[in-house]
Every structure is written in C-alpha cells, then in structure tokens.
C-alpha cells in the first residue's frame, strides 16, 4: 500500500524513511527536470557545427522539431497523468527517451535525427509533466522550500546547458550534443520507486483531438519558414493549419471532454498564462540558437561558445533576482528586460560578442522573471483539470520557442541577427505587456499584483 507523505504526495512505504522532505523532494525533481533543457539550449550549441549537407530547414528543425514534440507532448501527458498516474508517464517516457536517443545516434544524415529528437521530446515530455504534477500537488506549508530546491538546480543546468552542448559535441560529435536530454534516464528510479501520484482510469482523453494539436501546430511553426518552401509546400501548411485550428474549435465547443476544453480556454487567466508562456519561452530559445550561429561564424569552436555563454546566462540569473530582491514588480521587471532586448537587436553591435553578450543576458533575465510568473499563475488557476491546463501551458511555451527560433532562422540571411532577435523580441515584448495588463472588465484588476491573477501572497506562496 501507499500513503500520503509529508509533501503532499504519494510515497512508498520504507521503515527507514517515512516523511519526505519538500526539500530534498526538490533537488530530486530538478535533477530530472534539468536535463530536458538541453534539448533545446545545449543543441544550439552544437547545431551551427553541422555539416553544410544538412541544410538550413534541416538544422532548424532539429531545434524547432523538439520544441514543438515536447510542447504537444507534454499536452498529452497532462491529462494522461490524471488517467495513468505519474508512474506509467514516467514509464512510458523513458522507453520513449532511449528509443529516440538510439534512433539519433544512429541516423545516417541530420534528417533523420530530426525524427530521433522528435521522439526523445515526446519522452522528454512525461518528465516535464509528471515533475509539474508532482510539485503542484504540494502541501502550501511545503510549497516554499520545494520551489526554492527546484529552482536553484534547474538554474544550475540553465547556466551550464551551453557548455554541456558544447563539450558533448567536441568530444563525441554533434550528435551526442543533441540527445543530452536522455540523462534524465539515470533518475528515473529514484523518483518512481519513492514518489507518485495515482491515476483515474475513468478519465477520458480525446485522441483526436491531441493529433490535431499536433498538426496545428507543426503547419503553424513550419509557415515560419515560407521562405524556405515551395508554393505547393506552403499552400498544404496554411490548409493543415486551418483545418486543424477549426476542427479543434468545433471539438471543444461539441465535447466536454475535449482536449482543449472550451471551459478552460473561456478563462481570461488562462489565455494570458499560454501567451506569457509563449513569449518568455520565444525570447530564450530564439537567442540561444542566433548566438550560436555568430560565434560559430566567428570561428569560435563548440566548447568556447559554451563557455563564453555560461556566464553570460549566470549574469541574467543574478540580474533577475536582484530586481525581485529590490521589490520590484514581477510584470515591470520583465517588460523592462524585453524592452533591453528590442534595445540590443536595433543596436549596431560589431564584431558580434557584444550582441551574443548582452541579448543572451537579457534573455536570461526575461526567462528567470517568467517562470516562477507562469508557475503561481497555474497554481491559481480555478479548474478541475489542472493536469491538462498546466500541460496547454507550457505546450504554448515550447511552440513558442520553436516559432520564435524557426523566425530568426529565416530572419538572419535577409537583415542580419540583431535585427531578427528585434523582431521576436518586439513579438514577445508586445505579447508579454497584453498579457499582464489588466482589463478593466477583469475581476482581478482591483486586487494588487503585477501579472495576471498574480498577487504579493500568491508569489511569496510559490517561492
């Protein structure tokens, strides 16, 4: 049998040890969540140094191939951890991680690891979501001590991603820089033998209704890329996307059990959290892979940019957290940081490490302000399918950041890298201010707070 523990959560019984402390319950959940981060960033790393033969659209899609995988997975895993339980997720996710590192490592050309990364993101994904799961579950007297756990691990591999990207890559080859997120293979175990949450099999969940998330939102991103496409290609992206937008509408108007509810989306809290998500998510990604490309066109070899990189991300953490340490709204503080980065890509920067210094600061800012932001927002959302909103969440996020570096990529060749990161940067700067202003028919626009739903108790609840 298992039982409640002092977490909040489920555990397995153990004569030894019968209380979990939040905690060590933290540290343990940013070890697995903190390798997924390198699917994006250490690959970015590591992408500029693929052989010319691949392509641009297939160097892209290596990067922007994964984001969307594991935002739509990590969308499917959410009410599949209501139905499943974290257990099987997590599971189901590590078969799904080995299964795409193998079909990576072994792929004759970069194409076919595009399909590779595709499925190590799906498995990628339970992680995300059984971690999200477990931590919004959490007793509110151990909410605190769990996030400021997680929180200081997950910046920990932030601040080192590029440099893991950039040493798997020098010392076992690109491929290898793109498959890091399988580390998350190696805890598996620990949290599955001590921490879980059970299933409702009566759950239903709308297949249908995932794939055409899916299709949605690959049209949508791979449109991005016009340039690249033939007409024909386009015409058929544009087509898949309107059909599959309309046919989800149609769904969550005529199914309560849709995948994404209508319920769920009516609610103006929700809307700002995905579009707040998107744009934070948009900013980093979209940064990471233009720094990348400079540095490597600087002639600097793949473990140099990483190196040069990591500080550059501390800096943006330290930044972000002395601005939260001075009381400055949340909201204020990350608008402030977009607006640097507008700043930065509109400014001529010769030779290109200043440009790679100060966007990659400014970005890491804008991302370390945002995700506590979207974490209390989630926690206080008023739904009884939290699973399936935290895992819409964050799919916005990650299709997000796979728009944003799909558009720099196409961007770059016709008016240069600072002007392409200006261009998602004002994208992301005009979304994040919709986002967090308040309307004057929105119910919490008389209480204080700096984001949407956001109040000073909420946040000091959350961290």
């Known amino acids: 049998m298992s039982r409640s523990d002092a977490a909040g959560i489920t555990a397995n019984p153990s004569p030894a040890r019968s209380e979990v402390h939040p905690a060590r319950l933290g540290l343990l959940l940013g070890t697995i969540y903190g390798p997924v981060t390198f699917g994006i960033i250490a690959a970015a790393v590591a992408v500029p140094y693929i052989p010319e033969a691949a392509g641009p659209v297939s160097t892209v899609w290596l990067l922007s191939g994964y984001a969307i995988a594991?935002?739509?997975?990590?969308?499917?895993?959410g009410p599949l951890t209501e139905r499943w339980g974290t257990l099987a997720c997590l599971r189901l996710g590590s078969v799904l991680m080995l299964a795409g590192t193998a079909a990576c490592l072994l792929s004759a050309t970069p194409g076919a690891a595009v399909a590779g990364r595709v499925v190590l993101a799906l498995g990628s994904s339970a992680v995300v979501t059984v971690v999200l799961t477990i931590a919004a579950h959490v007793d509110a007297a151990h909410r605190r001590p769990l996030a400021t756990a997680l929180g200081a691990v997950m910046t920990v591999f932030l601040s080192m991603a590029t440099l893991a990207g950039g040493f798997a890559a020098v010392v076992l080859g690109w491929r290898a820089a793109v498959v890091l997120p399988v580390l998350s293979v190696l805890v598996v175990p620990w949290?599955?033998?001590?921490?879980?949450?059970?299933?409702?099999?009566?759950?239903?969940?709308?297949?249908?209704?995932a794939a055409l998330l899916a299709v949605l939102a690959a049209c949508t991103v791979g449109l991005t890329q016009i340039t690249l496409l033939r007409p024909t290609t386009a015409v058929a992206l544009l087509g898949g996307a309107v059909a599959s937008g309309i046919a989800l509408w149609v769904r969550a108007r005529h199914r309560s059990d849709a995948f994404v509810p209508a319920t769920l989306v009516r609610e103006v809290q929700f809307r700002r959290v995905c579009l707040l998500a998107g744009c934070i998510y948009a900013a980093r990604f979209s940064v990471v892979l233009v720094a990348g490309h400079l540095l490597a066109n600087d002639g600097w070899t793949p473990l140099s940019s990483g190196m040069l990189l990591v500080p550059c991300a501390v800096a943006g953490v330290v930044l972000a957290h002395y601005l939260d340490r001075r009381r400055m709204p949340s909201s204020r503080a990350l608008l402030l940081a977009a607006g640097a980065l507008v700043f930065v890509g509109v400014t001529p920067l010769a030779p290109a490490g200043p440009l790679v210094i100060m966007s990659t600061i400014a970005s890491s800012v804008v991302f370390t302000l945002g995700q506590p932001m979207l974490t209390v927002?989630?926690?206080?959302?008023?739904?009884?399918?939290?699973?399936?909103?935290?895992?819409?969440?964050?799919?916005?996020?990650?299709?997000?950041?796979?728009?944003?570096?799909?558009?720099?990529?196409?961007?770059?060749?016709?008016?240069?890298?600072?002007?392409?990161?200006a261009v998602v940067a004002v994208a992301c700067l005009s979304g994040a201010a919709l986002a967090l202003t308040r309307g004057s028919r929105d119910p919490a626009a008389d209480r204080p707070g700096d984001a949407a739903g956001i109040t000073p108790e909420l946040k000091e609840a959350v961290h």
């Open 70 to 77: 594991l935002g739509v997975g990590t969308a499917v895993f």
């Open 191 to 209: 949290v599955s033998r001590r921490h879980h949450r059970d299933g409702r099999p009566s759950n239903a969940f709308d297949g249908v209704g």
């Open 377 to 421: 927002a989630l926690a206080t959302l008023r739904t009884d399918r939290r699973g399936t909103a935290v895992g819409l969440a964050y799919f916005s996020g990650f299709a997000g950041g796979a728009g944003g570096t799909a558009v720099v990529a196409t961007l770059i060749p016709a008016i240069g890298a600072g002007p392409s990161i």
